[in-house]
């Protein structure tokens, strides 16, 4: 089972920046984002496909389609640099699957 | 506030072992399930091992699966990643992490500061 991201996306400041994720095994689970800046652990930015912890700006979204996840971010700002990964978990071997990436620069 | 710290990384040969601790402050420790994530140098994020609330299910990823094992304690709020036979491909930062959500939507929601794990001769 692959999560496949693209390796990097460039977005001027103010647009906005979509980070897909793409697996079959995204017909059947639910995906989570994490944003992890330069020399910090990652951090939570979306869970089960569409929804925002708190303390995380609406400027961020999600979608799901098929086998097809999309990050959204809106209105983005040079702080939104970093790195972005999907996560799934594998409900019938009971594993946790990552895509491997995506290095977001606010040009 | 909710936080999770690791401890114990370092350097260790080839083939020798390693114990790495995380402890749970901020929430009932025993309600959680809790796992670890590595990171090689300059790569992505892998999963490694996850266990239930009450140690009843662990699951690892097949590249460690018999030669790490995860335990916990759950009067000390504290799991353990016990690292046997290492390989120069285990060399990454280790994270320690707290599992929220039902079956099938588990995702990490609080994740230690990360430790650093190097394996060399």
């Known amino acids: 089972f692959v999560l496949t991201q693209p390796p990097s996306v460039s977005v001027a400041p103010g647009t906005t920046a979509t980070i897909t994720c793409t697996g079959n095994?995204?017909?059947?689970?639910?995906v989570h984002w994490y944003q992890q800046r330069p020399g910090q652990a990652p951090n939570l930015v979306l869970f089960?496909?569409?929804a925002r912890p708190s303390g995380i700006p609406e400027r961020f979204s999600g979608s799901k389609s098929a086998n097809t996840a999309t990050l959204s971010i809106t209105r983005v700002e040079a702080g939104d640099e970093a790195d972005f990964y999907c996560q799934v978990w594998h409900t019938p071997s009971d594993r946790m699957l990552f895509g491997g990436g995506t290095k977001l620069t606010v040009l | 506030q909710v936080q999770v710290v690791e401890s114990g990384g370092g350097l260790v040969k080839p083939g020798g072992s390693l114990r790495l601790s995380c402890s749970g402050s901020?929430?009932?420790?025993?309600?959680?399930?809790m796992t670890w994530i590595r990171q090689a140098p300059g790569k992505g994020l892998e999963w490694v091992s996850f266990?239930?609330?009450?140690?009843?299910?662990?699951n690892h990823a097949e590249s460690v699966k018999g030669r790490f094992s995860i335990s916990r304690d759950n009067a000390r709020n504290s799991v353990f990643l016990q690292m046997d036979n290492v390989r120069v491909e285990d060399t990454a930062v280790y994270y320690c992490?707290?599992?929220?959500?039902?079956?099938?939507?588990?995702?990490?929601?609080?994740w230690g500061q990360g430790i650093m794990v190097t394996v060399s001769s």
């Open positions: 992490g707290r599992v929220v959500g039902r079956r099938g939507y588990h995702r990490i929601d609080s």
């Open positions: 089960e496909d569409t």
């Open positions: 901020g929430f009932i420790f025993r309600d959680y399930f």
């Open positions: 266990i239930s609330s009450a140690s009843g299910f662990k």
């Open positions: 095994i995204l017909e059947s689970e639910s």
